[in-house]
């Protein structure tokens, strides 16, 4: 009975040191395995996140290329149908400026000619009368002239005739 039980305990000690052991190493082997495995796994997770990340990178980049390329075929699009609006109105605006201003020249143009055909008329009209005052007046100095030179000559021709005729008439009374 003593040996049994010393051979119990012993057997249970042995057990219970093998057990302990084998806990103790099954909880080292676990533990390694695990480390391993959480290793593996951030590993793994590390991995397909830096591929994931490259991936949604490279989409990002692909949709930010077509993005860009999109944006700037619209922008290039708004630019040419700004321009060529800009360009029709400058074209409308040039047109009605050219009008407005060939419409001011005409204008113009009938009120210088009506001015003008005004002022050559009024330069006739005081013309045609300072012509006249000067004709009216040169007319009157011509016969105010001629007539002193008339009287002049008639004096002239009555004193001659008065001496003329009255030496013939002293010869005539005395060879009387």
Do not use: S
Not at 42 to 56: D, I, K, N, S, T
Not at 100 to 126: C, D, I, K, S, Y
Not at 131 to 137: E, K, L, M, S, Y
């Amino acid at each position: 009975a003593v040996v049994f039980q010393l051979a119990m305990r012993a057997g249970v000690a042995v057990r219970a040191v093998a057990f302990q052991l084998a806990m103790r190493a099954g909880v080292a082997v676990r533990a390694a395995a695990f480390q391993l495995a959480m290793r593996a796994g951030v590993a793994v997770r590390a991995v397909a996140f830096q591929l994931a990340m490259r991936a949604g990178v490279a989409v990002r980049a692909v949709v930010f290329q077509l993005a860009m390329r999109a944006g700037v075929a619209v922008r290039a699009e708004a630019l040419h149908l700004a321009m060529r609006a800009r360009v029709a109105v400058r074209a409308a605006a040039f047109q009605l400026a050219m009008r407005a201003a060939a419409a001011v020249r005409a204008a113009a143009f009938q009120l210088a000619m009506r001015a003008g055909v005004a002022v050559r008329a009024a330069a006739f009209n005081l013309a045609m009368r300072a012509a006249a005052a000067v004709r009216a007046v040169v007319f009157q100095l011509a016969m105010r002239a001629a007539l002193a030179v008339h009287a002049a000559a008639f004096k002239l021709a009555m004193r001659a005739g008065v001496a003329v005729r009255a030496p013939a008439f002293n010869l005539a009374m005395r060879a009387a």
